[in-house]
C-alpha cells in the first residue's frame, strides 16, 4: 500500500516535483479504517533512465520526506536539466511505501524494482497487495516482488498490446494462484516507454492514479502534485505513453 510517480519526459523534469511526491510520505490519502498517523513512511525507491538506459536506482527504508539521500537521487535527475540536449528523454519512478501488514521494511524490499529480461532493463512500482501471499523468509520476496516476476514472464516486449497481454496474462494467474487483490495498480517502463495500470477489488478513493500531459511531459501519480490536473486513469485500464509521449488507453478488464 503505497503512493506511485511516474514521469516520461523531453523537457525538464522539476525537483519541486520530488518534494511534493516526498510530502505524500505524510499527508498522504491513506486506507479507510488503517491508523492514518503513519502514512507512507516504510520505505522510499527512485529509478531514472535517460535515452532509454537505467542511470540510477536508489532505495531507502524510512520516510522520503526526511531522509537526504532521497533528495539527493532527485537532484541527480532534475541537475541533468542543465545539461539535457534537444530530444532527450528522461523517464523516473518514484514509490513511498506504506509495508503490507506481517511484510518487512527495508531497503531490499522498497519499489521500484528493477529487473532484466530480454536485453531490456525494467522497473516496477506496486500499490495494492496480492491477497493469499504471505510473507516467507525462505522465499524472500514480498507480494509485490511476486507480481513483478508474474509480469515479467508473461511479456515479450514494452509496445503498449504486448503490456496488455501480459498484464491480462498477470490479473489471471493472481486470482487463480493468490485469491485475487486489494489492488494492482503499478507502473512499469524500460526507459522507452511509460505504462500505468490501475485495478483494485474495493476502496477505489485510496487506490487513486492520475494522469497529466503536460506537452512536452506527461505525469503519473496516486495523487495530483503540482498543478496536475485530477484525470484519472481508468478502473481496468492501461494508459501507455510511447517515446514520442503519445498516450495509449486500452481496457484491460
Not at 54 to 65: F, I, K, P
Not at 140 to 158: E, H, P, T, Y
Request: proline fraction near 5%.
Amino acid at each position: 500500500m503505497c503512493r506511485l510517480f511516474g514521469a516520461i519526459s523531453h523537457g525538464p523534469v522539476y525537483y519541486e516535483l520530488f518534494e511534493e511526491f516526498a510530502n505524500l510520505a505524510l499527508l498522504g490519502n491513506t486506507p479507510r479504517g488503517g491508523p492514518d498517523d503513519r502514512g507512507h513512511r516504510d520505505g522510499w525507491g527512485l529509478a531514472f533512465f535517460r535515452n532509454g538506459k537505467l542511470v540510477d536506482h536508489a532505495r531507502g527504508v524510512g520516510s522520503a520526506e526526511s531522509d537526504p539521500r532521497f533528495y539527493q537521487a532527485a537532484w541527480k535527475v532534475a541537475k541533468t536539466n542543465i545539461d539535457r540536449k534537444a530530444g532527450e528523454r528522461l523517464v523516473v519512478l518514484a514509490h513511498i511505501r506504506r509495508a503490507s501488514a506481517g511484510t518487512p521494511a527495508g531497503p531490499e524490499f522498497s519499489h521500484p524494482f528493477v529487473e532484466s529480461k530480454g536485453g531490456r532493463t525494467w522497473a516496477f512500482a506496486h500499490n495494492g497487495g496480492l491477497n493469499d501471499c504471505p510473507w516467507r523468509e525462505e522465499d524472500g520476496r514480498i507480494d509485490s516482488q511476486v507480481a513483478f516476476r508474474l509480469l515479467l514472464s508473461n511479456l515479450d516486449g514494452s509496445e503498449p498490446e504486448q503490456v496488455l497481454s501480459a498484464t491480462k496474462a498477470t490479473v489471471e494467474t493472481v486470482r487463480r494462484e493468490y485469491g485475487g487483490y486489494s489492488a494492482l495498480t503499478f507502473l512499469l517502463t524500460d526507459g522507452e516507454r511509460l505504462h500505468a495500470f490501475r485495478d483494485y477489488e474495493k476502496d477505489a478513493d485510496y487506490y487513486t492514479l492520475y494522469y497529466d500531459d503536460f506537452g512536452e511531459m506527461v505525469l503519473t501519480c496516486s495523487q495530483p502534485i503540482l498543478g496536475m490536473k485530477d484525470d484519472p486513469v481508468v478502473k481496468g485500464s492501461l494508459l501507455s505513453v510511447g517515446p514520442d509521449l503519445g498516450l495509449r488507453r486500452q481496457q484491460v478488464l
